[in-house]
């Protein structure tokens, strides 16, 4: 990808894949959802989850699979409402980029585009 992917878009991402399970999901499946539309290593997520788990935004659970325990992330109370925080801003950034590429944003100043 062209453009640089900060912590904070890293966080919205990672708060979106794992808010499509109610009872979460687990650390390898979040890579391979997020690596689907980014190029990026693993060893770069699990910092991520860790961070969302300090800000208790995600809640860890293990469960065995296989014969081996498996660590599943949900999402909390705060981790629903920083998501939807993250999806209002995200609404609004984007829009602003595209109609820049579009051919402009109306200056309400200057009424020039």
Not at 18 to 25: A, D, H, L, P, Q
Not at 38 to 46: A, G, M, V
Request: charged letters at 25%.
């Amino acid at each position: 990808m062209v453009f640089n992917t900060g912590s904070t878009l890293l966080d919205a991402i990672v708060l979106a894949v794992v808010s499509r399970t109610e009872n979460g999901t687990y650390g390898y499946s979040i890579t391979q959802d997020v690596r689907s539309v980014l190029d990026i290593s693993e060893s770069t997520l699990y910092p991520v989850l860790r961070r969302l788990q300090k800000d208790a935004c995600l809640e860890v659970y293990d469960e065995q699979h296989g014969g081996r325990n498996r660590r599943y992330y949900k999402l909390t109370e705060k981790g629903k409402t920083v998501l939807e925080e993250y999806r209002e801003e995200w609404i609004n950034y984007s829009t602003k980029i595209t109609q820049m590429f579009e051919g402009g944003v109306k200056n309400d100043k200057t009424g020039v585009y």
